[in-house]
């Protein structure tokens, strides 16, 4: 029997995906083979898989503070968003359709033998699997045939911890209420609860603590103190997307944000840059004329999204920005706006459209066939410049521009274009900026002071205070006799 125990919540953004990472990395301290798992997810920040798939972006981070390679298996079902009501769907690291919300609900029953499965292989190789659920225990409108919270639970037998976030306020009755709308048989998969993001005086929340374990018959495992560090981990939710604090003589990035915006932690690195200022640019608000970059970022509807940027008029700002001298980088999606066309004739993104881009650069997308999920590195064109990122797209483009690539990758194939005059840049690669020298040769280019930091470094080292933090205010030991069935 695989030993495990899943984290679920009073509802999204409680911190779930941040406490599976900081789990994996404490139990992984202590010597444990640890493993992440989320059955259901709902993102457009996905990574690449070593065996050549797709997972969200938390079980990449979980993955990373566990030690362990990514595997298709820690996030089996995957949902990423394509309109209000229609998402694609991953089933183990591959497309296997589009669904709207609705019709969703009918395919959960076979999905669940995929996220048995993998669940299964992951058991098999490790001492602990720590589970995250999705959203909130307590949708109880969604339960019939569910994946994702109390129906893998008890399909499984893995014992809960519910968490409260009480930074949202109202952490008493969002616990307490679980409890009340959950079947019994449901409630009683949950083992104990913790209080995540609190603020002051522990002891003031004493007799709060005490209130919900008498209510809910659930003991109290943990008062978790917000951990201010955790704005420097990879976001998964487009929630956690947030742009730089205002820095004195910082050089401005611009980055408009579009409704399918995907793979934003591509931005993280630029963040930590003191040097820089990120600004996201929300909708109503132009372009600023004092940014130095605009940075188009990934999109999971490409289409979709070029038709909102120029409805917000980002197009005239664009422009407008490229004659007074400025610069563009479009990556991935964004890539494609910046081309001449975009054409998707297959209807891959809805229905079957041509339609112009931005022009900035001479090629054109064609959106068709297989989905390219690959880790990729190489050179800098015309430099020695490391790069090191990976591919997640449909479609090619080609044109012109693309005899002046933006990489060359190992194996001799190039990619990426670059203008004439060498201010507009577009390429398929993500996860660029990670890299020191690729990034301070950004920050060069934009005439951005630079820095030593070893983004990478940071990041594991924030995983080691995370886990520090957790042993600190959980009961670390309670939570493995719990996945023993304790």
């Known amino acids: 029997m ?7 919540g009073t509802g999204s953004n409680v911190g779930k995906s941040l406490l599976v990472a900081g789990f994996c990395r404490l139990f992984a301290r202590r010597g444990l083979r640890v493993r992440p798992f989320k059955p259901q997810n709902m993102s457009n920040n996905a990574a690449v898989t070593e065996d050549g798939g797709e997972i969200g972006r938390a079980q ?44 969703f609900q009918d395919w959960k029953p076979r999905l669940m033998a995929a996220v048995k499965e993998s669940f299964d292989r992951l058991g098999g190789e490790a001492d602990l699997v720590i589970v995250e659920g999705a959203g909130s225990a307590s949708e109880v409108n969604l339960r019939k045939g569910d994946i994702a919270n109390m129906g893998f639970a008890r399909a499984t037998g893995t014992p809960v911890v519910l968490v409260g976030d009480i930074d949202r306020g109202g952490v008493i009755a969002s616990l307490v209420g679980t409890k009340t709308v959950l079947d019994p048989d449901d409630a009683a998969m949950i083992r104990g609860f913790l209080v995540n993001r609190f603020r002051g005086d522990p002891g003031l929340f004493a007799d709060g603590m005490a209130f919900v374990a008498e209510r809910t018959g659930w003991p109290a495992l943990g008062l978790i103190p917000h951990f201010e560090e955790a704005r ?25 944000v579009t409704p399918r915006i995907s793979n934003f932690d591509d931005l993280d690195p630029l963040r ?12 109503g608000t132009p372009i600023p ?31 407008a920005h490229v004659r007074r001298g400025g610069r563009v980088m479009g990556l991935c999606g964004g890539y494609q706006m910046l081309g001449r066309v975009i054409d998707d004739p297959e209807g891959l993104e809805g229905s079957p459209r041509r339609v112009e881009g931005l022009g900035l650069l001479d090629v054109e997308t064609r959106m068709g066939g297989d989905k390219r ?30 005899a002046r690539p933006f990489a060359t990758l190992a194996g001799g194939a190039t990619d990426g274009a670059v203008s ?12 660029l900026f990670s890299g020191a020298e690729m990034r301070r040769q950004l920050l060069e280019t934009i005439a951005a002071r630079t820095s030593d930091l070893d983004y990478e470094q940071m990041v594991d080292d924030v995983l080691d205070r995370l886990a520090e933090h957790l042993e600190a205010h959980v009961d670390a030991d309670r939570l493995l006799e719990i996945s023993s069935g304790q």
Do not use: C
């Open 2 to 8: 695989t030993r495990a125990f899943m984290v679920q």
């Open 232 to 256: 420097r981990l990879p976001a998964e939710d487009i929630l956690g997307l947030a742009g730089s604090d205002a820095r004195a003589g910082a050089v401005v990035i611009a980055v408009p």
């Open 272 to 283: 930590e840059e003191p040097g820089v200022e990120v600004r996201l640019i929300h909708p």
């Open 289 to 319: 004329a004092e940014a130095t970059l605009v940075l188009l970022p990934g999109s999971k509807a490409t289409i979709d999204d070029l038709e909102f940027l120029r409805r917000e008029g980002w197009d005239i700002d664009i422009a």
């Open 373 to 402: 999920l690959v880790a990729a590195s190489g050179r800098l064109a015309g430099s020695e410049v490391p790069v090191v990122g990976y591919e997640m797209h449909l479609g090619v483009s080609q044109g012109p521009d693309t």
């Open 60 to 103: 990449a981070l979980q993955a990373r503070a566990a030690g362990v390679p990514l595997s298709v298996h820690m996030n089996p079902v995957l949902l990423k968003p394509q309109s209000e009501i229609g998402a694609q769907v991953v089933v183990q690291g591959k497309v296997v359709g589009t669904a709207r919300a609705r019709e």
């Open 420 to 431: 004439r005059d060498g201010r507009v840049v577009g390429t398929y690669l993500h996860g």
